[in-house]
T-cell receptor
Framework: GQQLNQSPQSMFIQEGEDVSMNCTSSSIFNTWLWYKQDPGEGPVLLIA?????ELTSNGRLTAQFGITRKDSFLNISASIPSDVGIYFC????????????FGTGTRLQVTL | GAGVSQSPSNKVTEKGKDVELRCDPI?????LYWYRQSLGQGLEFLIYFQGNSAPDKSGLPSDRFSAERTGGSVSTLTIQRTQQEDSAVYLC?????????FGPGTRLLVL
């Protein structure tokens, strides 16, 4: 099935650094979501974006819905060790019965 | 109440056997979804339920895969005659609006 292009695939950063990852698609989505998945767990929703151009923050996380509706990015500021995990973007199109299309994931490793 | 629960958490089976995976959604959530996550990959949509009906089965990879939902609550994903390529984590999610809440998944290993 289709997956969104997400980059980078993995990142190794030091604690305190800022992180940026993005997601692109060849087609338009009406909603963009960002999830985090810890080992052995299901994905947990971090941020939801509903309007093109929207910039939304959740604590140290900031995400934006691209104005073309074909991309989104997620920033994490001042990373901490518990930020380790896999981050997935997901897109939703109107009329697709809430069927999410997921990105390929960004694996984040934070070193002390 | 509690979040989405799935059972079993891990399942090891032999090639050719049938397996049943169970999902208990969040109480009151009308929509239920099954996804498959292969090692190191993103999530692949399998099937979606609204109530007990499945308007979108487009992601089921073959006719060996089927799912049902009863009473607008519990759902079972059945894989018949399992193959090694069926090995993956099977995730269930439920929602009332657009936000989907995921369970911890069932890790299936087909030997």
């Amino acid at each position: 099935g289709q997956q969104l292009n997400q980059s980078p695939q993995s990142m190794f950063i030091q604690e305190g650094e800022d992180v940026s990852m993005n997601c692109t698609s060849s087609s338009i989505f009406n909603t963009w979501l960002w999830y985090k998945q810890d080992p052995g767990e299901g994905p947990v929703l971090l941020i939801a974006l509903y309007k093109a151009g929207e910039l939304t923050s959740n604590g140290r996380l900031t995400a934006q819905f691209g104005i073309t509706r074909k991309d989104s990015f997620l920033n994490i500021s001042a990373s901490i060790p518990s930020d380790v995990g896999i981050y997935f973007c997901a897109g939703l199109r109107t009329g697709t019965a809430s069927k999410l299309t997921f990105g390929t994931g960004t694996r984040l490793q934070v070193t002390l | 109440g509690a979040g989405v629960s799935q059972s079993p958490s891990n399942k090891v089976t032999e090639k050719g056997k049938d397996v049943e995976l169970r999902c208990d959604p969040i109480s009151g959530h009308t929509a239920l979804y099954w996804y498959r996550q292969s090692l190191g990959q993103g999530l692949e949509f399998l099937i979606y339920f609204q109530g007990n009906s499945a308007p979108d089965k487009s992601g089921l990879p073959s006719d060996r895969f089927s799912a049902e939902r009863t009473g607008g609550s519990v759902s079972t994903l059945t894989i018949q005659r399992t193959q090694q390529e069926d090995s993956a984590v099977y995730l269930c999610a439920s929602s009332l609006t657009e936000t989907q809440y995921f369970g911890p998944g069932t890790r299936l290993l087909v030997l």
